[in-house]
């Protein structure tokens, strides 16, 4: 599942951040655990990936320094580069849109309902396929156990 989807601005201060679970302050407690990930990578944000009590930090920085992270739960799902690339990209597509509105004041955070909505559809379209594979792979999982468990059954006979 998909936890929290972050922008940093070029001098590394939060722009937007969303989390799974819904938390409309940018710093709230809640919060501050994925804000503690997100600045603790941003020496490493060229890496590709990173790994983090058990969560898997996405990095991508724009031609403008402005950073976008995508942390997401580790799990039995495994993105792939291009999965990821296409969710920055739609991210960062986002944040242009955000830029183009007259109203908005560079460098403020973001409180565009479009942008809060394209990103909620995101982490639910994360938590989706997360949750699919897990199930999937638990499904597998039991009809082996249950396969592997008829087969050591003796065949009954009768005369």
Partial sequence: MASCIAVVAKENYPLYLKTAAGSQQILSNHNLKYWYIINSSLDVVEEKLRRTDN?????YVTNTKIKFFIVIESGSRQFHDTEIKIMFKKLHSGYVNVLCNPFYEIGNQITCRKFDEMVKSMLQKIYNSVMVSSQSAALASNVSNQS????????????
């Fill in 55 to 59: 969560k898997d930090l996405y990095g």
């Fill in 148 to 159: 592997l468990a008829n087969s050591q059954i003796a065949p009954e006979y009768t005369i």
